[in-house]
């Protein structure tokens, strides 16, 4: 088992930026993929980016990629997501999720949630 907790996120201007973590609790944490996914009022959860195990490899989806970071340190059990040129569009509910395996792009083949971080990106 995994425990997942996510901090970093809160009000910022649009074009600002934010990073946020997420902290893991396990002893199999280097061994899982890990992504983050966002959900906003009235829409569903959507991927936003993903992250190997070794972190040599990564995706992201198309309205964030080249804005976007995601990035891990297995030393200290914490992925993080690096957000630059935020738009007001971004504004949603922030989660860290994990599984074991590949990188993976859909949300129900992750193991592993954590509570969810709010962003809220202003005109």
């Known amino acids: 088992q995994v425990q997942l907790v996510e901090s970093g996120g809160g009000l910022v201007q649009a074009g600002g930026s934010l990073r946020l973590s997420c902290a893991a609790s396990g002893r199999t944490f280097s061994s899982y993929a890990m992504g983050w996914f966002r959900q906003a009022p009235g829409k569903q959860r959507e991927f936003v980016a993903a992250?190997?195990?070794?972190?040599?490899?990564?995706s992201y989806a198309d309205s964030v990629k080249g804005r976007f970071t995601i990035s891990r340190d297995n030393a200290k059990n914490t992925v993080y997501l690096q957000m630059n040129s935020l738009k007001p569009e971004d504004t949603a509910v922030y989660y860290c999720a994990g599984r074991r395996g590949p990188r993976a792009t859909m949300s129900d083949q992750y193991d592993y949630w954590g509570q969810g971080t709010q962003v809220t990106v202003s005109s």
């Open positions: 992250i190997s195990w070794s972190g040599g490899s990564t």
